[in-house]
């Protein structure tokens, strides 16, 4: 049986509020009435990405604000919410600027795994992983609203719901023991290898690896390299912005897709099932993650937004739309002709995006098998 779900197409053709992006979005939350996922008196994370300095294509406040009050509606306390992805202090305040706070959300905004990103909770995982640290705020949840904003990624071509949780439900360095116990550094080094490979011979030391790391581990001088091992998060941040390739991780990229498809099992094995619902937003799609420190422009148009508590279902959605569209002039997408069974971010950055939904499909976390419900104006 096919999963439903919903569609808000972003074209408008009426000059009215009820037939904008952010009218229908409100008024679809109220058609599904959320009290079938979320329950009176819950606090409900809603787990979004919070921006990073540079980056200015995240998720707009507003729409953030329209779910939050469809969840204060039905009686919830809602709270907004990621896990540490640069020192956590650092994080709330460009969360602050992006517009991310309790003024302009209505609803607080706090770190997932505290303010020393620190607090988390040991889950099992699956075969390559082991086990992996969930962010307490996130594993005492008893329910949980999940806003994407879907974008590229140069490991993973495509990120969605899926690169969400994965990414951003499992602490960075565990209180008991430190990435290799359980971190997120897992999904790029669950191998012998414990740091990113360095060819000097490649290096310029140019200094955009010291740039991005965001525990300010490496420090590149005249025709020096250095990493402290004890702050490196095994992010591969370094690894990404390296224009040289003179940085790499030890796992194929297939073997990092299979990872997130792991670890997002792993997080939603902390909720009951039912308690979990999806909303991507497929707006200013551009090709590279918002960990980043910029913005590129987008590769495709706006799409719309998709709903429904199907991780697996929603992300393989997104991905047929993003194929469906045109790539933009102007865009690193530009004159780009979209091969049969594939997609823009797939050929932007040379690997198949599906992995990871056939992965998670494989775990059980869902159907690839949808069907759209159009929310007409």
Not at 341 to 347: A, Q
């Given at each position: 049986?096919a999963?439903?779900?919903?569609f808000?197409?972003?074209?408008?053709?009426?000059?009215?509020?009820?037939?904008?992006?952010?009218?229908?979005?409100?008024k679809?939350?109220?058609?599904?009435?959320?009290?079938?996922?979320?329950?009176?008196?819950?606090?409900?994370?809603?787990?979004?990405?919070?921006?990073?300095?540079?980056?200015?294509?995240?998720?707009?406040?507003?729409?953030?604000?329209?779910?939050?009050?469809?969840?204060?509606?039905?009686?919830?306390?809602?709270?907004?919410?990621?896990?540490?992805?640069?020192?956590?202090?650092?994080?709330?305040?460009?969360?602050?600027?992006?517009g991310?706070?309790?003024?302009?959300?209505?609803?607080?905004?706090?770190i997932a795994?505290?303010?020393?990103?620190?607090?988390?909770?040991?889950?099992?995982?699956?075969?390559?992983?082991?086990?992996?640290?969930?962010?307490?705020?996130?594993?005492?949840?008893?329910?949980?609203?999940?806003?994407?904003?879907?974008?590229?990624?140069?490991?993973?071509?495509?990120?969605?719901?899926?690169?969400?949780?994965?990414?951003?439900?499992?602490?960075?360095?565990?209180?008991?023991?430190?990435?290799?116990?359980?971190?997120?550094?897992?999904?790029?080094?669950?191998?012998?290898?414990?740091?990113?490979?360095?060819?000097?011979?490649?290096?310029?030391?140019?200094?955009?690896?010291?740039?991005?790391?965001?525990?300010?581990?490496?420090?590149?001088?005249a025709k020096?390299?250095?990493?402290?091992?004890?702050?490196?998060?095994?992010?591969?941040?370094?690894?990404?912005?390296?224009?040289?390739?003179?940085?790499?991780?030890?796992?194929?990229?297939?073997?990092?897709?299979?990872?997130?498809?792991?670890?997002t099992?792993?997080?939603?094995?902390?909720?009951?099932?039912?308690?979990?619902?999806?909303?991507?937003?497929?707006?200013?799609?551009?090709?590279?993650?918002?960990?980043?420190?910029?913005?590129?422009?987008?590769?495709?148009?706006?799409?719309?937004?998709?709903?429904?508590?199907?991780?697996?279902?929603?992300?393989?959605?997104s991905?047929?739309?993003?194929a469906?569209?045109?790539?933009?002039?102007?865009?690193?997408?530009?004159?780009?002709?979209?091969?049969?069974?594939?997609?823009?971010?797939?050929?932007?950055?040379?690997?198949?995006?599906k992995?990871?939904?056939?992965?998670?499909?494989?775990?059980?976390?869902g159907s690839?098998k949808?069907?759209?419900e159009?929310?007409?104006?």
């Open positions: 049986m999963t439903k779900l919903y808000i197409d972003s074209r408008v053709e009426k000059f009215d509020y009820q037939y904008s992006v952010l009218g229908r979005l409100e679809t939350l109220e058609k599904i009435d959320l009290r079938r996922y979320f329950s009176e008196g819950e606090l409900v994370p809603l787990k979004m990405h919070l921006g990073n300095p540079g980056a200015h294509h995240t998720l707009r406040p507003n729409f953030v604000r329209v779910v939050v009050d469809q969840l204060k509606k039905i009686g919830t306390k809602p709270f907004v919410t990621d896990s540490a992805r640069v020192k956590a202090y650092e994080y709330l305040e460009v969360a602050n600027q992006t991310y706070n309790p003024l302009s959300l209505g609803a607080p905004v706090i795994d505290g303010i020393f990103g620190l607090d988390s909770v040991k889950v099992k995982a699956g075969e390559l992983l082991k086990e992996l640290y969930i962010p307490s705020a996130i594993y005492d949840a008893p329910s949980m609203m999940v806003l994407t904003h879907v974008k590229g990624h140069i490991d993973s071509s495509y990120a969605g719901a899926i690169k969400n949780l994965a990414m951003g439900c499992v602490t960075a360095v565990p209180r008991e023991c430190g990435w290799k116990g359980g971190g997120r550094g897992k999904m790029h080094f669950h191998t012998q290898q414990e740091l990113m490979t360095w060819d000097e011979s490649l290096c310029t030391f140019c200094g955009i690896c010291a740039n991005n790391c965001p525990q300010d581990a490496i420090v590149v001088e020096s390299f250095k990493v402290d091992e004890s702050l490196c998060w095994r992010c591969g941040r370094c690894v990404r912005v390296c224009p040289e390739k003179a940085l790499s991780v030890p796992i194929s990229m297939e073997t990092f897709q299979i990872s997130l498809a792991e670890a099992k792993a997080v939603l094995s902390t909720f009951k099932p039912g308690k979990v619902f999806y909303i991507n937003f497929l707006m200013d799609i551009q090709p590279e993650c918002d960990c980043m420190a910029m913005s590129d422009t987008p590769v495709v148009q706006d799409q719309g937004i998709l709903l429904g508590d199907d991780i697996v279902a929603i992300d393989k959605a991905l047929d739309l993003i469906k569209a045109q790539p933009l002039p102007q865009s690193k997408a530009e004159g780009m002709k979209v091969e049969e069974g594939s997609d823009v971010l797939s050929m932007i950055h040379k690997k198949n995006a992995i990871q939904i056939e992965a998670a499909e494989k775990m059980g976390l690839t949808y069907e759209l159009q929310v007409h104006q």
